[in-house]
């Protein structure tokens, strides 16, 4: 019988990195380029003086401070008085192992998932790692980005390589179009929400489909972003026009003729016609509305109008509990819809919804209105980048105007281990990427939702859409 030899975007870029096969299905990979931000770094650094070795290869490893720095005007790397180690204790690794440092001040400072892709260093057929679960983000460029935890960083930098597992390979495709007010968010909370958490264990994700290709490479980003939400490995986009258009000139993109040849490369990862995968899921887009989760998982979610569950009607034990649970922690009512709940901030930012197309799409919103008065509005730029474009375009001023708190670059109430928090009891809605208990901070309860929808609701003060606001 004759083999199928065909491949998917994925095991292309899989066998083009393998070094050696070490046993069963686990393999040495090489890693193209290491990301290393200040929250992460340290211990993995510790343990290379420990073991009294240096970083392989300094050129393909970058670092940035994101995490746990101060988003406030005019802020330094001492600001956020618990960050100052961490940023310091990253500037004297980088000293010491000469390794390029993008800090506080720097014009290219930003989120980290935010400045590999804008930079040009994610790059379509890459592999690219680093210290943070939302690595996946990078997938979007046509590169194959995962999280690593820290002793896998420490193997990074004192060998430019990973052993890996092979994992399964799934493919969604999102069909048609989406319709008025629906977003790249809302497209990948709405597949969560069919699929479940646990969708995604064991496999790398390939999103394709004409809604896909429909995307800019910024909704792609944000896609891809939320792979890990249900559990996925990694999640990308194959490259095709849209990303070299995006990455044409790039400051870290190849240049000249050099350009030429990887383009001619990047045009043959497309998965083949016939190729196998483990796992195909299909959405119609037109059936997406505006997403908002409603519980303590990204996988509870719903359109604003739909009625939240009744834990009574769950067979499952251990899904019931958790829908109580949930409700309990976030004050909500099983049958009542969204819609018009009350809410105390609105967060515009983080890796998966803090570019310069996501502000646009919220500045859209606030034009001319202002943020109720019971709500604090934040918009934290990804990048620096990211914030001197909006600001060219007067977008600062919109906010402003409106009544929003305009921040310096980083990844702020996302995570909020810096100075930027929700209190405990209050409601956020956030176009962050998880809603877990505390995320936001201690007893914080937090609503998922695109910018659009993010901004419409902190200037109604109570839940809705951009549609909503308008009619």
Same mark, same amino acid.
């Given at each position: 019988m004759e083999q199928n030899t065909s491949q998917t975007f994925f095991d292309k870029i899989w066998d083009s990195h393998v070094i050696r096969h070490i046993e069963d299905d686990v393999y040495l990979l090489h890693v193209d380029r290491h990301m290393v931000h200040e929250c992460t770094s340290g211990a993995a650094f510790a343990a290379l003086k420990r073991s009294d070795r240096r970083v392989h290869?300094?050129?393909?490893?970058?670092?940035?401070? +994101?995490?746990?720095?101060?988003?406030?005007?005019?802020?330094?790397?001492?600001?956020?008085?618990?960050?100052?180690?961490?940023?310091?204790?990253?500037?004297?690794?980088? $000293?010491?192992?000469?390794?390029?440092?993008?800090?506080?001040?720097?014009?290219?400072?930003?989120?980290?998932?935010?400045?590999?892709?804008?930079?040009?260093?994610?790059?379509? %057929?890459?592999?690219?790692?680093?210290? +943070?679960?939302?690595?996946?983000?990078?997938?979007?460029?046509?590169? &194959?980005? &995962?999280?690593?935890?820290?002793? !896998?960083?420490?193997?990074?930098?004192?060998?430019?390589? =990973?052993?890996?597992?092979?994992?399964?390979?799934?493919?969604?495709?999102?069909?048609?179009?989406? %319709?008025?007010?629906?977003?790249?968010?809302?497209?990948?909370?709405?597949? =969560?929400?069919?699929?479940?958490?646990? $969708?995604?264990?064991?496999?790398?994700?390939?999103?394709?489909?004409?809604? =896909?290709?429909?995307?800019?490479? !910024?909704?792609?980003?944000?896609?891809?972003?939320?792979?890990?939400?249900?559990?996925?490995?990694?999640?990308?986009?194959?490259?095709?026009?849209?990303?070299?258009?995006?990455? $044409? %000139?790039?400051?870290?993109?190849?240049?000249?003729?050099? &350009?030429?040849?990887?383009?001619?490369? &990047?045009?043959?990862?497309?998965?083949? $016609? +016939?190729?196998?995968? +483990?796992?195909?899921?299909?959405?119609?887009?037109?059936?997406?509305?505006?997403?908002?989760t409603w519980g303590t998982s990204p996988e509870d979610v719903s359109s604003l109008d739909q009625p939240l569950p009744d834990p009574a009607d769950i067979a499952d034990p251990v899904r019931r509990r958790a829908i109580e649970e949930a409700f309990s922690y976030l004050g909500l009512e099983p049958g009542k819809p969204l819609a018009g709940l009350p809410v105390d901030v609105a967060f515009i930012g983080s890796c998966t919804n803090s570019r310069l197309s996501d502000l646009e799409a919220a500045a859209r919103v606030v034009k001319g209105r202002r943020v109720a008065a019971n709500v604090r509005g934040l918009v934290v730029p990804g990048s620096a980048e990211v914030r001197n474009a909006a600001q060219a375009m007067g977008l600062d001023k919109i906010f402003t105007d409106a009544g929003f708190e305009w921040r310096e670059a980083g990844c702020s109430m996302c995570v909020a281990i810096n100075d930027d928090f929700v209190d405990p009891g209050k409601r956020c809605i956030s176009s962050s990427n998880r809603n877990f208990e505390g995320r936001q901070g201690p007893k914080s309860r937090t609503h998922l939702a695109s910018p659009a929808t993010v901004a419409a609701t902190a200037v109604a003060g109570v839940i809705t859409d951009e549609c909503g606001l308008l009619s």
């Amino acid at each position: 019988m004759e083999q199928n030899t065909s491949q998917t975007f994925f095991d292309k870029i899989w066998d083009s990195h393998v070094i050696r096969h070490i046993e069963d299905d686990v393999y040495l990979l090489h890693v193209d380029r290491h990301m290393v931000h200040e929250c992460t770094s340290g211990a993995a650094f510790a343990a290379l003086k420990r073991s009294d070795r240096r970083v392989h290869s300094a050129d393909l490893t970058y670092s940035v401070v +994101d995490h746990i720095l101060s988003t406030a005007p005019g802020r330094t790397g001492e600001t956020f008085p618990g960050g100052r180690e961490f940023v310091s204790l990253l500037r004297k690794n980088c $000293a010491e192992h000469d390794l390029e440092l993008i800090d506080f001040d720097d014009p290219r400072q930003g989120i980290v998932h935010v400045i590999a892709p804008e930079l040009g260093i994610a790059l379509p %057929g890459t592999t690219l790692v680093c210290g +943070d679960s939302h690595t996946s983000t990078c997938g979007g460029m046509g590169c &194959w980005a &995962w999280g690593i935890g820290t002793s !896998e960083v420490a193997h990074v930098l004192a060998t430019q390589s =990973i052993l890996q597992r092979r994992p399964k390979r799934m493919r969604v495709n999102f069909h048609g179009k989406a %319709g008025e007010g629906v977003y790249a968010k809302d497209m990948i909370l709405h597949l =969560i929400g069919q699929v479940g958490v646990a $969708a995604g264990q064991g496999h790398t994700v390939e999103y394709a489909g004409s809604a =896909i290709r429909g995307l800019g490479i !910024e909704g792609r980003l944000t896609i891809c972003n939320m792979s890990i939400e249900f559990g996925a490995k990694a999640g990308f986009v194959a490259p095709d026009d849209v990303t070299f258009e995006y990455l $044409a %000139g790039k400051p870290y993109a190849p240049q000249g003729q050099l &350009w030429d040849q990887a383009v001619s490369h &990047w045009r043959t990862l497309c998965s083949d $016609a +016939d190729a196998a995968f +483990d796992r195909e899921v299909d959405i119609d887009c037109s059936t997406i509305r505006p997403q908002v989760t409603w519980g303590t998982s990204p996988e509870d979610v719903s359109s604003l109008d739909q009625p939240l569950p009744d834990p009574a009607d769950i067979a499952d034990p251990v899904r019931r509990r958790a829908i109580e649970e949930a409700f309990s922690y976030l004050g909500l009512e099983p049958g009542k819809p969204l819609a018009g709940l009350p809410v105390d901030v609105a967060f515009i930012g983080s890796c998966t919804n803090s570019r310069l197309s996501d502000l646009e799409a919220a500045a859209r919103v606030v034009k001319g209105r202002r943020v109720a008065a019971n709500v604090r509005g934040l918009v934290v730029p990804g990048s620096a980048e990211v914030r001197n474009a909006a600001q060219a375009m007067g977008l600062d001023k919109i906010f402003t105007d409106a009544g929003f708190e305009w921040r310096e670059a980083g990844c702020s109430m996302c995570v909020a281990i810096n100075d930027d928090f929700v209190d405990p009891g209050k409601r956020c809605i956030s176009s962050s990427n998880r809603n877990f208990e505390g995320r936001q901070g201690p007893k914080s309860r937090t609503h998922l939702a695109s910018p659009a929808t993010v901004a419409a609701t902190a200037v109604a003060g109570v839940i809705t859409d951009e549609c909503g606001l308008l009619s």
